[in-house]
């Protein structure tokens, strides 16, 4: 039996991974951890019974014990807390399902207590893959990619020869503004940005996928987790969701993995690597499949991507801050204080403000995210 801790029990990805472990009954569920959603946690708690769970204030901790004092569970609460979910003694792998880069210590911490880690906590590589993956080597922990995309292409590379890879190709759907111009966009609204057409994701997720800095946050990421330069890293946009990511080899054979868009298959993969389970829900029908259409990139018109690349390219503290701004610029966008346009130019002028760090610490990142906020704060 597998047995597992999950930070962000109560978020898109959270919710996903136990609905896999409901579906399977041979997973443990033995920490859970989630911000504030104390009504659905205690839920989890009621089905699953991990025997540790964590929310991030001790207000709502004290809270949830009330509601869960019939239950035998043990609820802690902030850094501390989320630290000694990732560190639970009885679980195997952490699913970290946390949005931000407050996923760092926590995998740092798994890591250290030699869990697997199933990462679906992009932030996580983008910011502090320098210090992550050494760490992983080091401990013989395994890194197991959540999101689609990377999912895709780690099951691409099974049975091939990473050392033959000649470039990875990430496939990206678009979002719900692909093809549009600057000016067509300048009035957009957090209704019209929150509408992906192929994928349920969480809010800040979605804004990312629409100007298309979450695949920018994806090629980052791919760089730590495959080993690659970003410019092995090739962005394609595949409008229908049908291809979640390829890789080509140095003879020129291209290896995808195709499926319908369900974000269950690369969770589940991740928590039963190597072995593959069946999973319920649509298959794809290449009879009524009309066509798969690709299209490059308008790196001009969407260019927080073209900021992650330069972000990718020099390293360092740099990703960081594209991380930060654009955590903070999305934030402020979804509270209507900032328009739709004006993402990626504030982080155009945090990454041009920043002095960076070559071989940033995980103080220097954290403390770097805090002056990116700050920047911001100050000027808009």
């Known amino acids: 039996m597998k047995k597992i801790a999950v930070l962000g029990s109560t978020g898109s990805i959270g919710t996903q991974t136990l609905e896999v472990v409901r579906e399977n009954g041979d997973i443990k569920v033995c920490a859970l951890a989630a911000g504030s959603n104390i009504a659905l946690l205690e839920k989890q708690i009621r089905e699953f019974h991990p025997k540790l769970a964590a929310v991030w204030t001790e207000e709502k901790a004290g809270e949830l014990r009330t509601k869960v004092k019939d239950v035998d569970v043990r609820i802690v609460s902030g850094m501390e807390g989320l630290l000694e979910v990732a560190a639970e003694p009885e679980s195997e792998i952490l699913v970290t399902a946390?949005?931000?880069?407050?996923?760092?210590?926590p995998t740092i911490e798994a890591i250290r207590a030699r869990k697997d880690i199933a990462l679906a906590n992009k932030e996580t590589l983008v910011t502090a893959g320098h210090i992550i993956m050494p760490l992983?080597?080091?401990?013989?922990?395994?890194?197991?990619p959540v999101d689609s995309e990377h999912s895709a292409i780690f099951q691409s590379l099974q049975g091939g020869q990473q050392k033959a890879l000649h470039k990875i190709l990430l496939t990206a759907s678009g979002g719900p503004f692909r093809g549009?111009?600057?000016a067509e966009m300048e009035n957009i609204q957090v209704e019209d940005a929150l509408k992906h057409p192929n994928w349920e994701m969480g809010r800040k997720i979605t804004i990312d996928s629409s100007t298309m800095v979450n695949k920018g946050l994806e090629v980052i990421e791919a760089k730590w987790l495959f080993n690659v330069t970003v410019d092995k890293v090739e962005v394609v946009v595949q409008p229908q969701s049908i291809i979640h990511s390829m890789v080509e080899y140095e003879d020129g054979a291209i290896i995808a993995e195709l499926g319908t868009p369900d974000m269950k298959l690369p969770i589940q993969y991740a928590l039963y690597y190597p072995e593959r389970r069946y999973l319920p829900g649509k298959r794809l029908d290449f009879a009524t499949l009309s066509q798969i259409t690709?299209?490059?990139?308008?790196?001009e018109t969407f260019y927080g991507l073209k900021l992650a690349y330069e972000a990718g390219r020099r390293g360092g503290s740099l990703p960081t801050v594209l991380n930060a701004a654009n955590e903070k610029a999305v934030a402020l966008f979804l509270d209507r204080e900032i328009r739709y346009l004006q993402i990626p130019e504030i982080i155009q002028a945090c990454m041009e403000e920043h002095r960076n760090i070559e071989n940033p610490s995980v103080e220097e990142i954290l403390n770097t995210e805090q002056a990116t906020y700050e920047f911001i704060k100050n000027r808009w």
């Open 98 to 105: 946390i949005v931000g880069m407050i996923g760092i210590l």
């Open 294 to 299: 690709f299209e490059k990139p308008d790196m």
């Open 136 to 144: 992983a080597r080091e401990y013989g922990s395994s890194i197991l």
């Open 180 to 182: 549009k111009t600057k």
